[in-house]
């Protein structure tokens, strides 16, 4: 039977009775988890288990527990991983500036027949940048309904960029190699640039929104496992 479980690297007591991995999980839906928040991770004995869109996989929700098992559980709530995904964004929008304008003046002095593998990465990695620019918006789409922050300049930015990105790959398809050279340095690069500087101001009014984690007591008013809600289901996964 299960003692206690790690929830977010802090170890928490189990006082119910907690047997299988669906009922350790039930629990900690029913019982630890905020509203607005969802378990994003979970290992067994140093074993990630898939628990995609709050649904365990059959054969895994009948896992017991020994006295020396080990419960894993992280838990996020959307801005904390909007946060994380700005970092990203910010982080690969500057590896691709660093690099761009050499790409740039290497595509404008190549010949139509000569094969530039290098424009294929970029375009890899920009597209990379409007799927998370994407993510965040989804994340997000609550506070921002709620009008709590403005997400509308990184959105738009991603949109200009998803649109440059089918120039840019219209050109590169007939090896029109000045035509991506300059998508690169006058769309592209003040986007990117433009991009960078919103990202970290839309970051900065996210985590002026985001709370302390502040796990419930489980002490006193403990919930029984006859009081254990079943596992929640949610469409915040992304």
């Given at each position: 039977m299960l003692k206690k479980i790690l929830l977010n690297n802090r170890h928490v007591p189990v006082p119910v009775p907690v047997l299988t991995l669906a009922q350790a999980l039930a629990w900690v839906e029913s019982t630890l988890v905020?509203?607005?928040?969802?378990?994003?991770?979970?290992?067994?004995?140093?074993?990630?288990?898939?628990?995609?869109?709050?649904?365990?996989?059959?054969?895994?929700?009948?896992?017991?527990?020994?006295?020396?098992?080990?419960?894993?559980?992280?838990?996020?709530?959307?801005?904390?991983?909007?946060?994380?995904?700005?970092?990203?964004?910010?982080?690969?929008?500057?590896?691709?500036?660093?690099?761009?304008?050499?790409?740039?003046?290497?595509?404008?002095?190549?010949k139509p027949g000569e094969k530039l593998s290098e424009l294929s990465a970029l375009n890899d990695d920009v597209t990379l940048v409007v799927d998370l620019i994407g993510h965040v918006h989804d994340l997000l789409l609550d506070v921002t309904a709620a009008k709590l922050v403005d997400s509308a300049a990184v959105a738009g930015i991603g949109r200009l960029m998803g649109q440059n990105l089918s120039a840019f790959n219209l050109a590169r398809s007939q090896s029109d190699w000045k035509a991506c050279a300059k998508i690169m340095l006058n769309r592209f690069e003040p986007l990117l640039k433009d991009l960078l500087a919103e990202s970290e101001t839309l970051q900065i009014r996210v985590l002026a929104l985001q709370p302390q984690l502040a796990l419930p007591t489980t002490s006193g008013g403990c919930a029984t496992m006859g009081e254990v809600a079943p596992l929640r289901r949610t469409d915040l996964h992304r």
């Open positions: 905020p509203t607005g928040s969802f378990i994003t991770r979970v290992t067994l004995d140093r074993d990630v288990i898939e628990y995609e869109g709050g649904v365990l996989p059959r054969k895994k929700e009948l896992l017991e527990f020994t006295d020396k098992s080990r419960l894993e559980i992280q838990m996020d709530s959307p801005t904390t991983l909007a946060t994380q995904t700005l970092d990203t964004v910010h982080s690969l929008c500057s590896a691709i500036l660093g690099s761009l304008k050499g790409m740039a003046v290497h595509a404008w002095q190549s």
